[in-house]
């Protein structure tokens, strides 16, 4: 075991390394090209067996992940926000293959309009697709997850593709000291890649991602990754015990902090949640039973454990850097679903949205929202949805627009 | 290069792999172009499929191969070609499978895929100098869709999306060229109803590593608008007015395999189908049918030359 300043992309290329992945299917994308550029230099030195090859576009980069993997052997990828929804199509066609491998998701804003910054709208358009869902908040977890990754994904119980993702910029380009594990522990950890009956050998011929005609094979085939995905909830418990057990780090699937004798709950994912944390600490000091609950695990959703978390509580508000237009934010939606008629649900779970394409989160703004749900406790209503925006942010996009139209009225009038 | 096996029609394989009973349509000159190259290619390949026609080949819980199969999507299954083909080198290179588990990678798309959504999927393949065989059968439109019109409609052909009195406005592509300007190890028109040819050249690019690129016309019943008992002798007459060159591009060469000589007047082939009827009927366009024959005659000009 060593320990080095790795950035989150850094620690996702070495969860990959010490994975032994085989195949590296790869495409550019800011902010998750360092990724591929240090496999593909381990590869290209001899540091790292097995194969990379840049492919013309993630919906190309997704088809020869989903490939190799049928074909049976260890495939990695990576991508983030507009190269995700490129490759949408496949991503939700490999899923049915039932040919695990992980991706990372560096996770990015999505046009329009565009940008590089980071939110979770890129991540949540895959929900439904049969990847699975690992979501991580430093760069240690991101190297660990990756090693989980495969675990969950390849056990015969699951047998789906896994996505782990982490923040463009937060995490993907923040330095934190993470420990690389020992091959050998790793090895213990994770058995070679066994395809089962998924692979292509000329002396066992085989149909896979064939057509299906009507909706009674359809269906039966839905459900099967949908119960599969189902038992990943188990698979991953054990994945995580096994893991702590190794290396002494725990990811349970929903990471509870300060939450036992909390009265208001925050709910987040993702590097962003480490703010959360750190609010919640300076809420206690003023004496406030402030705690947070950060699911690691999205895909499958660990319903009952977050319903555990949450029971008792006097209100949950949910901070969800997606927006659902029209909707609102979708973690929140799912909390509710998940909490609907359960007997001790909390009385009030509010929806928060902010943090979209990078905006930072203040402190002030985690006291705020305290307050809100400490407000609608006292009153017995939950608020509607609020947008977090300051004052002073809408002052500096009004001085861009004054710009804007300064500049056009110039140019109109012939100057 | 060896001497081909197939010195003459007698030389061609009797009994066929391909399974029968696929749900193709009467009459498909895709499939008879499949039947013809799979005997050829045999069961040690992996067809890579895109959406088309031929995704109905394998339907669960059948198929009419006695090799692999996997199916992709309409744009990207020379990608899916790539990541077969990297995985079984990996598994070779590693010694984790031994040399008789290899297969041949084989891309099987329409020419809705091949000539428009797929393209730059094909493109980048070739660029990477991927080792695999494209095979495309082109019916001239989105078939399975009903026949709209594609990158590979001919001028003036009725299709489901250009049903008026002149037909289809554009020119069908040339991905021969498109395919050649890339300087891939092989590419080749063929057609099911010139068996003895399209089996030399599939004997050929077999032998071959790299890129290697078949455009199979296929006369399509349903799509053209004609019987199919007449699907061979329209494939026939494809070749005999000039319609369809028959050629291979090698080592940076295009060779014509069969000239035609003496070339008939495309409106024998045009007359018999459907979608060029308005040409005929209720009045006799002989502007279209001069400036089709006057396009054909100029493709030959440099050739017979």
């Known amino acids: ?415 | 290069m060896t001497e081909t096996a197939f010195k003459r029609m007698k030389d061609l394989p009797s009994t066929h792999l391909l399974g029968s009973g696929t749900p193709m349509c009467a009459g498909c000159g895709g499939l008879a172009a499949l039947q013809e190259i799979y005997d050829v290619l045999g069961s040690r390949t992996v067809f890579i499929n895109a959406a088309g026609c031929m995704t109905l080949l394998s339907v669960y819980p059948f198929t009419p191969f006695r090799g692999s199969w996997l199916y992709t999507a309409m744009a990207s299954a020379p990608a899916g070609a790539q990541g077969v083909r990297d995985a079984l080198d990996v598994l070779l290179e590693q010694k984790r499978i031994e040399p008789d588990e290899d297969l041949g990678v084989v891309v099987l798309t329409g020419d809705g895929a091949a000539y428009g959504m797929g393209l730059s999927a094909t493109s980048g393949a070739i660029e990477r100098n991927l080792d695999f065989l494209y095979i495309c059968y082109d019916n001239e439109g989105y078939g399975n869709t009903g026949q709209q019109f594609s990158g590979a409609t001919p001028h003036a052909a009725q299709t489901a999306t250009s049903k008026g009195p002149r037909g289809f406005r554009g020119y069908k592509k040339d991905l021969f060229a498109i395919w050649t300007a890339h300087k891939p190890a092989y590419v080749a028109t063929v057609i099911g109803a010139e068996p003895l040819d399209l089996v030399r050249k599939i004997e050929k690019a077999k032998q071959l590593n790299g890129p290697r690129l078949i455009i199979a016309l296929a006369p399509c019943p349903t799509g053209w608008d004609y019987d199919p008992r007449e699907s061979a002798d329209i494939g026939k007459l494809a070749v005999k007015t000039g319609v369809w060159p028959l050629k291979e591009y090698v080592d940076g060469k295009v060779l014509h395999t069969k000239i035609p000589h003496p070339r008939l007047p495309v409106e024998d082939y045009l007359n018999k189908q459907g979608r060029f009827a308005h040409l005929f009927e209720p009045k006799r366009n002989t502007t279209l049918l001069e400036e089709i024959q006057q396009r054909v005659d100029d493709y030959w000009a440099d050739i017979e030359a």
């Open chain 1, 1 to 415: 075991m060593t320990r080095r300043l790795l950035t989150g992309n850094g620690a996702a290329a070495w969860g990959a390394r010490l994975a032994r992945v085989d195949y590296v299917p790869a495409f550019p994308i800011t902010p998750q090209t360092e990724i591929i550029e240090t496999l593909a230099a381990w590869m290209d030195n001899g540091e790292m067996p097995g194969r990379s090859v840049t492919l013309e576009s993630e919906h190309s980069m997704i088809t020869a992940a989903g490939a190799a993997a049928a074909t049976g052997v260890r495939v990695f990828t990576a991508t983030s926000s507009q190269g995700l929804l490129y490759g949408m199509e496949m991503v939700y066609t490999v899923a049915g293959w039932r040919a695990p491998f992980v991706m990372i998701n560096v996770s990015r804003g999505l046009a329009s309009p565009i940008t590089l910054e980071p939110d979770h709208n890129d991540i949540m358009a895959a929900r439904d697709s049969g990847f699975l869902q690992i979501h991580c908040a430093t760069c240690q977890e991101v190297l660990d997850s990756v090693l989980i990754a495969y675990r969950l994904g390849e056990d015969a119980r699951v047998r789906l593709p896994v996505i782990v993702n982490l923040d463009g910029f937060y995490l993907s380009f923040t330095r934190e000291p993470v420990e690389i594990p020992d091959t050998q522990a790793v090895e213990g950890f994770l058995s070679p890649y066994d395809p089962e009956s998924t692979r292509f050998r000329a002396s066992a011929p085989g149909s896979q991602a064939v057509a299906v005609l009507g909706g009674s094979p359809y269906s039966y085939f839905r459900y099967e990754s949908h119960l599969a995905a189902l038992n990943g909830l188990t698979v991953y418990d054990e994945a995580v015990s096994a893991f702590a057990a190794t290396f002494g780090r725990e990811y349970r699937a929903v990471e509870a902090y300060r939450c036992e004798d909390a009265e208001i709950l925050f709910v987040m994912i993702g590097s962003f949640a480490t703010k959360a944390r750190q609010a919640v600490d300076q809420l206690r000091e003023a004496g406030q039973a402030v705690g947070l609950l950060r699911p690691r695990l999205l895909r499958p959703f660990p319903a009952a454990q977050l319903v555990q978390l949450m029971a008792g509580k006097q209100g949950v508000a949910v901070i969800d850097q997606n927006i659902s237009m029209g909707m609102g934010g979708v973690l929140h939606a799912e909390l509710a679903s998940a909490l609907y008629g359960k007997p001790d649900a909390p009385p009030v779970l509010a929806s928060f949205i902010g943090g979209l394409g990078g905006r930072d989160i203040s402190p002030e703004e985690f006291y705020e929202i305290a307050a809100v749900v400490r407000r609608a406790v006292a009153d017995g209503e939950t608020p509607a949805p609020q947008l977090l925006y300051t004052r002073d942010e809408m002052r500096e996009v009004r001085k861009l627009q004054t710009i804007a139209h300064a500049e056009r009225n110039e140019l109109e009038s012939g100057q």
